[in-house]
């Protein structure tokens, strides 16, 4: 049925087909503007702000996903089931686990751990983890390869807490399941995607560091993570 109680868009085709969600809907907007032509804003209810027009003559809508696995949970699920989307890229932030990855890489999540319980409730499997398609994965490292901007492929970790008691929990995490970044939207993505048998990708800019504690600004994180965006976009072009 639409819409819905947080989408306002009351035809499936004002909703392309494949949606890349940041999770700031102010950086949905600027990536609507910066890359889109033919612009039209589909949805502001919450201020989650949603917008459909053309990259390069592909249909696109770029819409915010809110923060959390709830948020994310709520929007993916509305957008496959409710408007027939077959794929969604998250484009976000990270945190870093390891020295290895520096500020700014951009992530690919190959695999997303959470300690929620959110992967069991929605696909029904006894499980923590949770995967983005294989198809989509590919397109987007052929992407990454063409555009000559290097990807980290790692294993995330998608948690509902960003102000843990025991701040040191990361070390414990990234050790015991091999996580190297930490984020916290994936595992819903993922797991809806799954239960509703459509197509996900999570691709992510390190906006702060656990081991060197370096930061990026909140104006940085929504003006400057191009190359992860330029990413997303071209990986939306082979869909």
Same mark, same amino acid.
């Given at each position: 049925?639409?819409?819905?109680?947080?989408?306002?868009?009351?035809?499936?085709?004002?909703?392309?087909?494949?949606?890349?969600?940041?999770?700031?809907?102010?950086?949905?907007?600027?990536?609507? =503007?910066?890359?889109?032509?033919?612009? #039209? #804003?589909?949805?502001?209810?919450?201020?989650?702000?949603?917008?459909?027009? =053309?990259?390069?003559?592909?249909?696109?809508? &770029?819409?915010?996903?809110?923060?959390?696995?709830?948020?994310?949970?709520?929007?993916?699920?509305?957008?496959?089931?409710?408007?027939?989307?077959?794929?969604?890229?998250?484009?976000?932030?990270?945190?870093?686990?390891?020295? =290895?990855?520096?500020?700014?890489?951009?992530?690919?999540?190959?695999?997303?751990?959470?300690?929620?319980?959110?992967?069991?409730?929605?696909?029904?499997?006894?499980?923590?983890?949770?995967?983005?398609?294989?198809?989509?994965?590919?397109?987007?490292?052929?992407?990454?390869?063409?555009?000559? &901007?290097?990807?980290?492929?790692?294993?995330?970790?998608?948690?509902?807490?960003?102000?843990?008691?025991?701040?040191?929990?990361?070390?414990?995490?990234?050790?015991?399941?091999?996580?190297?970044?930490?984020?916290?939207?994936?595992?819903?993505?993922?797991?809806?995607?799954?239960?509703?048998?459509?197509?996900?990708?999570?691709?992510?800019?390190?906006?702060?560091?656990?081991?060197?504690?370096?930061?990026?600004?909140?104006? =940085?994180? #929504?003006?400057?993570?191009? #190359?992860?965006?330029?990413?997303?976009?071209?990986?939306?072009?082979?869909?």
């Amino acid at each position: 049925m639409i819409p819905t109680p947080h989408i306002e868009a009351k035809e499936k085709s004002l909703i392309a087909e494949t949606v890349i969600m940041p999770g700031d809907p102010l950086r949905a907007k600027l990536i609507a =503007e910066k890359y889109l032509s033919n612009i #039209q #804003q589909v949805n502001h209810v919450r201020n989650m702000l949603g917008f459909t027009g =053309e990259y390069k003559g592909k249909k696109l809508t &770029i819409m915010g996903s809110g923060m959390g696995m709830p948020s994310m949970g709520i929007y993916s699920h509305e957008l496959f089931v409710n408007y027939d989307v077959k794929s969604i890229i998250r484009i976000g932030s990270c945190g870093a686990y390891v020295k =290895e990855i520096n500020v700014y890489d951009v992530i690919l999540a190959t695999e997303s751990y959470s300690e929620s319980d959110f992967i069991e409730i929605v696909t029904g499997e006894k499980t923590r983890l949770a995967r983005p398609s294989e198809v989509l994965v590919d397109k987007a490292k052929a992407a990454a390869s063409t555009l000559e &901007i290097p990807l980290h492929s790692v294993k995330v970790h998608c948690t509902d807490v960003f102000y843990r008691k025991n701040f040191d929990d990361y070390k414990m995490i990234s050790k015991e399941h091999g996580c190297k970044v930490v984020e916290m939207e994936s595992a819903a993505l993922f797991a809806n995607a799954k239960a509703a048998g459509k197509n996900a990708l999570c691709l992510l800019t390190v906006s702060d560091h656990l081991v060197t504690h370096e930061v990026t600004t909140s104006e =940085e994180r #929504q003006n400057s993570f191009t #190359q992860m965006i330029e990413i997303a976009l071209k990986t939306a072009l082979e869909l």
